[in-house]
């Protein structure tokens, strides 16, 4: 079951790295953002960067304590909770946003709520559920995936900001000045 769930997370793993680099390489075939609900190109990020964070914690719980690290186990225990906690965070974010939006496609400018301390608190609550799931799960296969998929987050943006600034114009330039891109 392990080495199953570990499969199929890396397969999305994989599909999300590759949609991000044909969107920054190839920017006129863009798969991220999607440019409409019913695309091929809607069908690929989205189910999979959320099978990740489906699978994630059943494969943690599966191989968990195979890392052998931060044998600490209260600090352990106690950062991986404070950092899981986050998906708080990137679950306000997506309320605000919509789920429409969140998947990509355009709407409105949004920068009340979470967007009022970053630009991406989708991404910083994400990344801080990889972070916590892998060190409270202790998991080797669940660290190993959580450190492929936080840089995807970190350059996500870099994908997604020339599309807000052609979809937003000087609202989302004046938002980017006074927002930082993270927190």
């Known amino acids: 079951m392990t080495l199953y769930l570990f499969y ?14 044909i969107s920054y390489f190839f920017p006129e075939h863009r798969i991220w953002p999607p440019p409409k609900k019913k695309s091929w190109q809607y069908w690929i ?14 494969l943690a719980y599966f191989d968990r304590n195979t890392l052998n690290l931060f044998q600490a186990l209260p600090i352990r225990i106690t950062s991986g909770i404070v950092l899981i906690v986050g998906i708080v965070f990137g679950l306000w974010a997506v309320l605000k946003l919509s789920v429409v939006q969140t ?19 989708q991404y910083v609550g994400a990344m801080a559920f990889l972070i916590g799931l892998s060190l409270l799960s202790n998991s080797f296969l669940t660290a190993v995936l959580s450190l492929a998929m936080i840089p995807w987050y970190l350059l996500l943006p870099f994908i997604e900001e020339p599309w807000m600034k052609k979809e937003y114009r000087s609202a989302y330039q004046q938002y980017c000045k006074t927002i930082p891109r993270f927190l």
């Open 45 to 58: 990020v989205w189910p999979a960067s959320t099978s990740v964070h489906v699978l994630l914690p059943f």
């Open 103 to 121: 998947s990509g496609l355009k709407g409105t400018l949004r920068m009340s709520g979470p967007y009022r301390f970053s630009r991406n608190p």
């Open 8 to 21: 199929l997370s890396a397969f999305a793993v994989l599909l999300c790295w590759g949609a991000l680099l």
